[in-house]
């Protein structure tokens, strides 16, 4: 059975419970289940693979060698002398890179799957974010990694795989109920394109909807026009996985070869409940084929396509500009908003999610610079910590109803205390309410005073055994520690000091003004405290005469 990864125990704060996303120098994602432990956030560096296309017949080989290691793996290129000679650095002959696990030619769809994709599926299940990105020249092989090849089921790539291992954990579950839901969009020149568009039958890209970026106040992006497309089971995601590549495929046409030149995101969205539990669980998981990373020199194209080139290799520098800033320490400000790719995934380089690069390589002579190239950019992905925080929400419509629910609780029992008490009570004391009874014992009654006055009284007495009543009434408990709190910070200099304080030692007269106002307010204070004092006795007298007649009656 499906059991959820990441378990978060009813009611644990997040920060509470966050062992760094490592256990000693493990990877927290790549632990066995039974090991990881509860985490509501989980920091990690993003992890970064390489994998290489096998090489045809006539390619040279030799270039490199793979050197595996248990906790990493590293790539030795060698650059042949006749290609050094016109390379940027002809003096160095070999370039060493390290990944977390290489995946040389002869590795099949099935175990990059295993190794790449399922912990990152996993996750998405269990609430959190995830990316996968694919980087490296055209021709390296991002397309068959991300969606696979055509010819054989078994060249099946990364989406339909988390596509078949999703719903089939889904099914399995039965502890929660699950929504699903995808989207697929191809980022061309700048301009998004929904590729899920039903009503389309697209023939050029420009005949799709078009997307774009919007950002509210809290600085969360939203794509408007992209449609989220429900698919309750594998076969409904993959009917719009294959909706997707067709209206990818038809749009592009060998003058424009719109795919090579487009970033393409597939999106699932995963949120799931259990029955009865008022918090929802939300992820998002990105399958991500990037445009090829080569650059405009080498592509040797003109006009129309010179304008892709650049807008492709913009996007592309600007994600270098984000992956640069990001591995600097103490940068505040990230360039994310500089191309719609980089603010679309901005929550993967950086932010909530989970991510994972995985560097395509076609090792042969031609492409030795830009395989060196994919490299260096892979090992500055490799630097970027990431937060992934445990997405979940208290579902809002129960929080509306809870709210109606709770005003009616509370309404009720304001009229059960006004019954109880004869008295309505507001969320304020009044200054009547302020004057309390204090008696020696049952029917002497002593005095009354003020709740303050009675703190104060109480403060000053020694008796050990000396209490404060005030009552069952939650807001008098309140006034006392308010004023407890008042009196404890309390400037500590007099009134006088005070004053003095303000006014000029050299001008007598101002002291003096400043000393008459200062008897003439506490005039009024003492006046005040003995209307009070007046008023409460005639209250107390009526009070006393009530309990006497009660007494005699009695008796
Ligand atoms: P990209 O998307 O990076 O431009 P593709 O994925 O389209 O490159 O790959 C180019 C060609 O190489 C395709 O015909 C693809 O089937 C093939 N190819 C790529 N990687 C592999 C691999 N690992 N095994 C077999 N064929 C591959
Ligand atoms: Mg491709």
């Known amino acids: 059975a499906c059991t959820p990864l990441i378990a978060l125990p009813d009611g644990a704060a997040s920060s509470a419970l966050s062992p760094q996303g490592r256990l000693g120098s493990v990877p927290w994602l790549l632990l066995p289940l039974r090991q990881r432990r509860p985490a509501a956030m989980v920091k990690e560096t993003i992890r970064v693979y390489a994998r290489l296309k096998p090489l045809g017949r006539r390619q040279q080989a030799g270039i490199y060698s793979v050197d595996d290691e248990k906790s990493a793996s590293s790539l030795e290129i060698t650059v042949p002398r006749d290609v050094a000679d016109g390379f940027v650095n002809n003096k160095r002959e070999s370039y060493k890179f390290k990944f977390q696990k290489i995946f040389d030619q002869e590795a099949k769809q099935d175990v990059v799957f295993d190794s790449i994709a399922k912990p990152v599926a996993e996750c998405a299940l269990a609430g959190y974010n995830g990316t996968i990105f694919a980087y490296g020249q055209t021709g390296s092989g991002k397309t068959f990694t991300i969606t696979g090849g055509a010819e054989r089921y078994s060249d099946r790539g990364i989406i339909p795989r988390t ?248 309404q009720e029992l304001k009229d059960e205390l006004t019954l109880v008490t004869g008295k309505q009570r507001t969320s304020e004391l009044s200054q009547e309410e302020l004057l309390l009874l204090d008696y020696i014992f049952f029917f002497s009654l002593k005095n009354v005073f003020r709740l303050d006055e009675l703190i104060e009284k109480f403060l000053e007495d020694n008796e050990p055994e000396s209490t404060l009543d005030v009552g069952a009434d939650m807001r008098k408990i309140k006034y006392c520690f308010t004023y407890l709190k008042l009196r404890q910070n309390r400037p500590k200099i007099s009134d006088e000091k005070l004053l003095s304080h303000h006014i000029p030692e050299d001008k007598d007269t101002s002291k003096e003004e400043g000393k008459g106002e200062l008897k003439k307010m506490k005039e009024l204070l003492q006046q005040r405290d003995n209307e009070i004092s007046i008023l409460s006795r005639e209250k107390i007298f009526g009070f006393q005469l009530m309990w006497l007649q009660w007494f005699l009656c009695v008796r």
């Not at 929660?176 to 929904?194: A, M």
């Not at 009917?239 to 209206?247: A, H, R, S």
């Not at 994600?319 to 940068?331: D, G, P, S, T, Y």
């Open 163 to 410: 596509l078949s291992y999703i719903f089939d954990q889904l099914q399995k579950d039965k502890s929660k109920v699950y929504t699903t839901q995808v989207s697929y969009l191809e980022i061309y020149n700048e301009c998004g394109y929904d590729l899920l568009d039903p009503r389309h039958e697209a023939s050029r890209l420009e005949d799709l909807p078009k997307v774009t970026i919007m950002e509210d106040p809290d600085q969360n992006i939203h794509l408007k026009n992209l449609s989220l497309q429900q698919a309750s089971n594998e076969e409904e995601a993959l009917n719009l996985l294959f909706l997707g590549d067709t209206n990818r495929m038809i749009a592009e046409t060998p003058l424009n070869q719109a795919s090579t030149r487009s970033h393409c995101i597939f999106t699932i969205h995963i949120s799931s409940k259990e029955p009865g539990s008022p918090t929802i669980r939300h992820s998002k998981l990105h399958l991500v084929d990037l445009a090829g990373s080569e650059r405009v020199a080498k592509t040797g194209v003109a006009g129309h396509l010179l304008t892709e080139a650049k807008y492709i290799n913009l996007s592309l520098h600007y994600l270098e500009q984000v992956i640069i800033a990001l591995a600097e320490k103490n940068r505040s400000h990230i360039p994310y908003r500089n191309s719609m790719m980089t603010s679309v995934l901005r929550d993967s380089l950086g932010g909530n999610c989970m991510t994972t690069m995985i560097a395509t390589l076609s090792l042969d002579k031609r492409n030795i610079e830009e395989s060196i190239s994919t490299c260096r950019f892979a090992q500055r992905v490799a630097l970027i910590k990431n937060e992934a925080v445990l997405n979940e929400e208290i579902d809002p419509k129960l929080v509306r109803n809870m709210i109606i629910q709770l005003k009616r609780e509370i």
